[in-house]
């Protein structure tokens, strides 16, 4: 699966990634304690919808599109949509942040915003994209050298989205090893994978996420057509390390919503401890 990230902003993947995000941040910033937020994949981090790859696709008008006059949108939404409508005053939806530009807005003066892509081009965009802003670094390496070239961080807590394009095979079984060296590095990082839902097929993945050693694991997933459909992305999911506290009572309350508005043949929800404490 070629997961280059302009040809799918918006999509319904994204959309469901970057709300649970908006909300690992809502609820970190509860304390004053600064934290960190680390990308290992951040690609360029604002992406054009009328643009030559995400026009090609389309995938936004199932997704972004969907929740972009919606009537009933839940109060759990409100810092991911006014980060959108701030970056389109106009009211016309054509820019989309990626995680990278959501964590730069919604993280606080006292937070820092550890950015890695690895692509040359697309990192180059990234940097262009991010600067002028202090907090922010962007690092042009390896996505799965991350966590121990940048973890333990001074603030003592932090959030790292492992994000891969999941070009290769064995990306799934390295989302795991990933999150295994964070928890070993930095035990108390809030580290959620985000990973694709083709089919059913998914069994040895969640085998080795629950041998992470991490203290506690939140598998969140959405479903936008059943698992048996061929040659489509069903849904996608996030397995989340040390989720803070209240995040499962907002996710029980905004699944049901998102899968309802986000369904195409068959919307649909999970959410379980692959590791409960």
Same mark, same amino acid.
């Given at each position: 699966?070629?997961?280059?990230?302009?040809?799918?902003?918006?999509?319904?993947?994204?959309?469901?990634?970057?709300?649970?995000?908006?909300?690992?941040?809502?609820?970190?910033?509860?304390?004053?304690?600064?934290?960190?937020?680390?990308?290992?994949?951040?690609?360029?981090?604002?992406?054009?919808?009328?643009?030559?790859?995400?026009?090609?696709?389309?995938?936004?008008?199932?997704?972004? $599109?969907?929740?972009?006059?919606?009537?009933?949108?839940?109060?759990?939404?409100?810092?991911?949509?006014?980060?959108?409508?701030?970056?389109?005053?106009? *009211?016309?939806?054509?820019?989309?942040?990626?995680?990278?530009?959501?964590?730069?807005? #919604?993280?606080?003066?006292?937070?820092?915003?550890?950015?890695?892509?690895?692509?040359?081009?697309?990192?180059?965009?990234?940097?262009?994209?991010?600067? *002028?802003?202090?907090?922010? $670094? =962007?690092?042009?390496?390896?996505?799965?050298?991350?966590?121990?070239?940048?973890?333990? =961080?001074?603030?003592?807590?932090a959030v790292m989205l492992i994000d891969p394009p999941f070009e290769q095979l064995d990306e799934l079984k390295r989302c795991s090893l990933a999150l295994k060296e964070a928890i070993g590095r930095m035990r108390q990082t809030v580290a959620a994978i985000w990973y694709p839902i083709k089919d059913q097929r998914m069994t040895r993945f969640y085998q080795d996420l629950t041998s992470t050693g991490a203290?506690?694991?939140?598998?969140?997933?959405?479903? =936008?057509?059943? #698992?048996?459909?061929?040659?489509?992305?069903?849904?996608?999911?996030? $397995?989340?390390?040390?989720?803070?506290?209240?995040?499962?009572?907002?996710?029980?309350?905004?699944?049901?919503?998102?899968?309802?508005?986000?369904?195409?043949?068959?919307?649909?929800?999970?959410?379980?401890?692959?590791?409960?404490?």
């Open positions: 699966m070629n997961y280059r990230h302009a040809f799918h902003a918006g999509n319904h993947a994204d959309v469901f990634k970057h709300l649970v995000l908006t909300r690992l941040i809502a609820l970190m910033s509860r304390k004053e304690q600064p934290f960190a937020y680390l990308d290992t994949h951040a690609g360029i981090g604002l992406y054009d919808l009328k643009g030559d790859q995400a026009s090609r696709t389309g995938e936004y008008l199932e997704g972004i $599109a969907r929740l972009w006059n919606a009537p009933d949108l839940p109060l759990l939404t409100a810092d991911y949509m006014q980060a959108l409508h701030e970056m389109n005053p106009d *009211g016309e939806l054509r820019y989309y942040p990626g995680s990278p530009e959501l964590a730069r807005r #919604l993280t606080r003066a006292q937070d820092r915003v550890l950015l890695n892509e690895k692509h040359p081009e697309d990192g180059r965009l990234l940097k262009d994209n991010m600067k *002028g802003d202090r907090r922010v $670094a =962007v690092h042009l390496g390896e996505g799965w050298h991350v966590p121990r070239a940048l973890l333990p =961080v001074p603030e003592k807590r203290p506690k694991l939140l598998r969140v997933e959405l479903l =936008v057509h059943p #698992l048996e459909t061929p040659q489509s992305l069903n849904g996608s999911g996030l $397995a989340i390390a040390n989720p803070p506290w209240g995040l499962e009572e907002e996710l029980r309350e905004l699944l049901p919503w998102l899968a309802q508005k986000l369904g195409q043949t068959q919307g649909g929800w999970r959410m379980d401890w692959l590791i409960s404490e």
